[in-house]
């Protein structure tokens, strides 16, 4: 079993920044892939980042590439996600995602993970 718990969400004005974490217990991360999703209003929950067990490899959604940087630190089993230059159409609840295993590929699919927290409101205000 994995527990995800995020945090760092909030509200912030266009052009603004949040860095998100995302907390987990009970393993440890060294043999997971981290993976951020964000759903909004009305839509399907959709890919962000990830990053693999150990941090080589990461991939980021086209929409949110060069503002977006996620990070891992399997010391203190924390995953982080720093989102810069804010746009209201980031506007949703961001999801931390955890898929047990280590693969070569990095999973944008929301069926390839495993355990889920309950998600970090971030509102962006135009």
């Known amino acids: 079993q994995v527990q995800l718990v995020e945090s760092g969400g909030g509200l912030v004005q266009a052009g603004g920044s949040l860095r998100l974490a995302c907390a987990a217990s009970g393993r440890m991360l060294s043999s997971v892939t981290m993976g951020w999703f964000r759903q909004a209003p009305g839509k399907e929950r959709e890919f962000v980042a990830a990053?693999?067990?150990?941090?080589?490899?990461?991939d980021t959604a086209d929409s949110v590439k060069g503002r977006f940087a996620i990070s891992r630190d399997n010391a203190k089993n924390t995953v982080h996600l720093q989102m810069n230059s804010l746009k209201p159409e980031d506007t949703a609840i961001y999801y931390c995602a955890a898929e047990i295993g280590r693969f070569s590929t990095i999973a944008t699919e929301t069926f390839r993970y495993d355990y889920w927290g309950q998600g970090t409101q971030v509102t962006v205000s135009s």
């Open positions: 990053i693999n067990w150990n941090g080589g490899g990461a």
